[in-house]
């Protein structure tokens, strides 16, 4: 029987693994600085955390199914929805029916929202730089590689 | 120059990289996914996210701080002392002026508390399970090694 088998039978409690143990305690504590690292500028631009993760997504895939934005965001359909219409209103993304299905809608960035984007990378890169600081390279392919297969434990859809 | 630095001095933008390469958005969609395995029974104990990771935290350290509490719970002092009071009137915890500064409150889970933690412990075990299958445990500890050194680097208090 594997440790793994082990745990799951007679789980021990968090108060015995300790909360430094615990890789989703640690998670959300390393999130919550990252989030706060941007959060200024980010109230700055006019946006919210599904505003921002919405238009940071837009960069790498521009023009995605909204639907699938709101998976790569990780933002509730409903809320991302709202989100994507304040964008349009703002003039940071444009919506387009998709060509072969014109129920389904497409989001693009516009020259406003790469700008945004454009202030916002820096500082993430930032953020995401003193996470890491002092972790040699090696150390970090480990760790985003587990984080891969972490994600492709864990997701509902094929992406 | 080491390549951290050059990360900084000319950061590849997200669109080279790939958001599948980037750590913050796998530990976004991953803590998506964990924290949505809790949420139905969350919501049947009459929970939210903050009151829940605030009863969590009890569990390895109760009789904490109020203001501890919060950075523990990633949750802002204001929302955090708005879920301690809904705790306290729901019975799950209670308040008590600390010994020596009748000032500052400390928190202690009740009986009460201690049931709904033990109603969703397993689930986190289970979410957290879900995670890491077929990750050996070494490479399970690597990552949680990783992990620490990060919160080290970007906390902002001493905890």
């Given at each position: 029987m594997n440790k793994q088998t082990d745990l799951i039978a007679d789980p021990p409690k968090l108060g015995e693994?300790?909360?430094?143990?615990?890789a989703p305690y640690l998670m959300n504590r390393i999130m919550g600085r990252y989030n706060a690292a941007l959060r200024d500028e980010m109230v700055a631009?006019?946006?919210?955390?599904?505003?921002?993760?919405?238009?940071?997504?837009?960069?790498?895939?521009?023009?995605?199914?909204i639907r699938e934005l709101a998976v790569y965001a990780v933002v509730e359909q409903s809320t991302l929805s709202r989100a994507v219409e304040a964008l349009v209103q703002?003039?940071?993304?444009?919506?387009?029916?998709?060509?072969?299905?014109?129920?389904?809608?497409?989001?693009?960035?516009t020259d406003a929202g790469r700008e945004a984007n454009e202030r916002l990378w820096p500082l993430m890169v930032v953020a995401n730089g003193s996470m890491f600081k002092g972790i040699s390279n090696e150390e970090q392919r480990a760790f985003t590689a587990t984080l891969q297969k972490m994600l492709r434990n864990i997701r509902k859809h094929n992406f």
């Open positions: 693994m300790g909360l430094e143990n615990y631009l006019g946006l919210t955390t599904p505003k921002m993760r919405a238009l940071a997504v837009l960069t790498v895939m521009d023009g995605v199914m703002g003039g940071l993304v444009r919506r387009e029916p998709d060509a072969e299905d014109n129920r389904a809608m497409r989001v693009f960035l």
